[in-house]
């Protein structure tokens, strides 16, 4: 292809479309000034480039999602990765109809099995997943979702407190957890350090100081 407004094909003096002859861009266009076509998203990559024509009424494959490892504040959704999408959003919603969630992936960043937590337990959700290809969408895939009651692995002891603080002691509390046989308190010690100097320099000085600037950052 060449471009060098002329009328003429393949004329001796023109441009090697893109790039050779300092052409970067060029407005694809018929000689009567009809557009012929245009790009909807170019996409860069090591061995190769992807180009979607825009306009062409392009659907993305329906990605068919699967659920599995219901629990009362958790479950997982996946489905297969196809050839043709760039990007995939996974929605959640409540039964109100209200977005919990919008999660947008591309297929290099995940395998496409997804972990939603923080759920609630005996409680309804529906999960969309759409398929994005530049400004093209698919068809929306979703399963409705129940999860179950609250399991002893997702309980977590309420109402930790502290009290009767003295020297070098103090006292810890909880509510006792249904099932539990037995309880492990963890203690961390909590080390800080001496605060660290930076100083800046600056050739012509600032106005608060004439020699530099000196920061106080805690470590």
Same mark, same amino acid.
């Given at each position: ?65 699967? =659920? $599995? ?5 958790? @479950?997982?959704?996946? +489905?297969?990765?196809?050839?043709? &999408?760039?990007? !995939? ?72 407190? =502290? $009290? ?5 002691? @103090?006292?810890?509390? +909880?509510?006792?957890?249904?099932? &539990?046989?037995? !309880? ?36």
């Amino acid at each position: 292809m060449e471009a060098d407004s002329s009328e003429n094909a393949n004329t001796l003096h023109g441009d090697v479309f893109p790039g050779s002859g300092n052409v970067t861009t060029y407005d694809f266009t018929s000689w009567n000034g009809d557009k012929l076509f245009s790009f909807d998203h170019v996409e860069e990559m090591p061995d190769e480039s992807l180009i979607l024509f825009g306009d062409t009424g392009f659907i993305p494959s329906t990605p068919w999602i699967k =659920i $599995s490892d219901v629990h009362g504040t958790s @479950f997982k959704v996946e +489905w297969e990765v196809g050839d043709d &999408a760039i990007q !995939y959003l996974l929605s959640l919603y409540d039964t109100n109809g209200d977005k919990l969630k919008g999660i947008p992936l591309r297929p290099e960043d995940t395998n496409m099995k997804v972990e939603l937590t923080g759920l609630q337990p005996l409680s309804e959700y529906k999960v969309e997943v759409m398929a994005n290809a530049g400004s093209y969408q698919s068809m929306v895939a979703y399963e409705s979702v129940s999860t179950g009651i609250l399991e002893f692995f997702e309980s977590v002891p309420g109402n930790l407190a =502290i $009290s009767s603080i003295g020297e070098g002691c @103090f006292a810890l509390s +909880w509510d006792s957890l249904e099932g &539990a046989t037995d !309880y492990e308190a963890t203690l961390f010690r909590m080390e800080y350090g001496a605060p660290t100097a930076l100083t800046y320099e600056f050739d012509e000085g600032i106005k608060t100081q004439k020699n530099g600037l000196t920061l106080q950052a805690g470590r």
